[in-house]
C-alpha cells in the first residue's frame, strides 16, 4: 500500500533474509548427506538478491527494497570420503560428501538473522515514527 | 502571518452520504473531477479496506497453515491498523472542524 512505503519495502526485506535462513537450513539438513561417487553431491545453496528499484509511489528514486533474483548451487563435486563400511560405497570404499563448512553455514545463519532483526527494527521504528506523526496538533 | 481560507472547506466538503457512495463506485473514471474533502476520505476507506482485507486473508492463511512468511502477516497486520489510526485521525478532525463551525456565534 502507497500509504505506508516502508512497511513493505521491509515485507520484501524480510523475505530475502528469511529465504537465506531456509537456504543455510537446507545446506546444514544436507550436511551428512551421502552420494555415490558416481553421482553428483548435494550442492550448497546461495540465495541470490537483487534490488527492487521500480521506485515507490512516494519517494521516486528509493527503491522498494530487495527481492529473491534465484538460487545459485554450489560444487556438485564435493568431497570424497573414505568410508568402505557405506552401504554407499564404491568398490575403493570411498562416498561423495558435499561441500559444505559448517563454520562458514553458521556465520552466514547469523549474518541471516542479524538482518532480518534489522528489517524488523525498521519495521518497528517506522510504526513508532508514523504514529507519533499522527499525534501532531493533539 | 495571515491566515488563509481552508481550501478544502467547500460544498463539496458536506456532501451527502449518497452522492459519496456514487462518487466511490465512479472514482476510477473521475480521476478528472476536482477531489474534495470526501473523496479522500472514500479513499482512504478504500486502502483501510483494502488493508484489512489483506489482513484477513493472511491470518486465514496463517490458520490453515498455508502462510510461507510470518511477517507478511504481521506487517499487512500493522499496516492494517496504523491505516485504521490515520483514518480516525482524519474523522475526529474533520468532525473537530465541523463541531467548531457549528458552535460559532452567530
Same mark, same amino acid.
Given at each position: 500500500?502507497? /500509504?505506508?512505503?516502508?512497511?513493505?519495502?521491509?515485507?520484501?526485506? @524480510?523475505?530475502?533474509?528469511?529465504?537465506?535462513?531456509?537456504?543455510?537450513?537446507?545446506? @546444514?539438513?544436507?550436511?551428512? /548427506?551421502?552420494?555415490? /561417487?558416481? %553421482?553428483?553431491?548435494?550442492?550448497?545453496?546461495?540465495?541470490?538478491?537483487?534490488? !527492487?528499484?521500480?521506485?515507490?509511489?512516494?519517494?521516486?528514486?528509493?527503491?522498494?527494497?530487495?527481492?529473491?533474483?534465484?538460487?545459485?548451487?554450489?560444487?556438485? %563435486?564435493?568431497? @570424497? !570420503?573414505?568410508?568402505? %563400511?557405506?552401504?554407499?560405497?564404491? %568398490?575403493?570404499?570411498?562416498?561423495?560428501?558435499?561441500?559444505?563448512?559448517?563454520? /562458514?553455514?553458521?556465520?552466514?545463519?547469523?549474518?541471516?538473522?542479524?538482518?532480518?532483526?534489522?528489517? @524488523?527494527?525498521?519495521?518497528?521504528?517506522?510504526?513508532?515514527?508514523?504514529?507519533?506523526?499522527?499525534?501532531?496538533?493533539? | 502571518?495571515?491566515?488563509?481560507?481552508?481550501?478544502?472547506?467547500?460544498? $463539496?466538503?458536506?456532501?451527502?452520504?449518497?452522492?459519496?457512495?456514487?462518487?466511490?463506485?465512479?472514482?476510477?473514471? $473521475? *480521476?478528472?473531477?476536482?477531489?474534495?474533502?470526501?473523496?479522500?476520505?472514500?479513499?482512504? #476507506?478504500?486502502? #483501510? *479496506?483494502?488493508?484489512?482485507?489483506?489482513?484477513?486473508?493472511?491470518? &486465514?492463511? $496463517?490458520?490453515?497453515?498455508? #502462510?510461507?512468511?510470518?511477517?507478511?502477516?504481521?506487517? $499487512?497486520?500493522?499496516?492494517? *491498523?496504523?491505516? &485504521?489510526? #490515520? &483514518?480516525?485521525?482524519?474523522?475526529?478532525?474533520?468532525?473537530?472542524?465541523?463541531? *467548531?463551525?457549528?458552535?460559532?456565534?452567530?
Amino acid at each position: 500500500m502507497a /500509504t505506508f512505503p516502508v512497511l513493505s519495502t521491509m515485507a520484501n526485506g @524480510l523475505s530475502v533474509f528469511r529465504t537465506w535462513m531456509d537456504a543455510v537450513g537446507d545446506n @546444514l539438513a544436507n550436511l551428512n /548427506t551421502v552420494r555415490r /561417487t558416481d %553421482e553428483a553431491a548435494f550442492q550448497a545453496r546461495f540465495v541470490v538478491a537483487e534490488a !527492487v528499484d521500480y521506485g515507490n509511489a512516494a519517494t521516486p528514486g528509493i527503491g522498494s527494497g530487495s527481492r529473491v533474483a534465484g538460487v545459485a548451487f554450489g560444487s556438485a %563435486e564435493g568431497r @570424497l !570420503v573414505h568410508d568402505p %563400511e557405506h552401504p554407499l560405497a564404491d %568398490e575403493d570404499g570411498m562416498v561423495r560428501l558435499p561441500d559444505i563448512d559448517m563454520a /562458514t553455514q553458521m556465520t552466514q545463519l547469523i549474518q541471516a538473522q542479524r538482518g532480518y532483526q534489522a528489517n @524488523l527494527a525498521v519495521v518497528d521504528r517506522a510504526r513508532d515514527a508514523y504514529l507519533a506523526a499522527l499525534q501532531i496538533g493533539k | 502571518m495571515p491566515i488563509g481560507p481552508v481550501a478544502g472547506v467547500s460544498s $463539496a466538503a458536506f456532501t451527502p452520504l449518497a452522492t459519496l457512495a456514487e462518487t466511490a463506485s465512479t472514482r476510477g473514471a $473521475a *480521476s478528472t473531477q476536482p477531489s474534495g474533502f470526501g473523496d479522500a476520505v472514500i479513499g482512504a #476507506l478504500d486502502d #483501510l *479496506s483494502a488493508a484489512h482485507n489483506t489482513a484477513d486473508a493472511l491470518a &486465514t492463511r $496463517a490458520a490453515t497453515g498455508q #502462510l510461507a512468511d510470518v511477517h507478511d502477516y504481521t506487517i $499487512a497486520a500493522t499496516e492494517a *491498523s496504523l491505516a &485504521t489510526e #490515520l &483514518t480516525v485521525a482524519v474523522r475526529n478532525k474533520a468532525v473537530e472542524a465541523f463541531t *467548531s463551525i457549528m458552535n460559532m456565534p452567530l
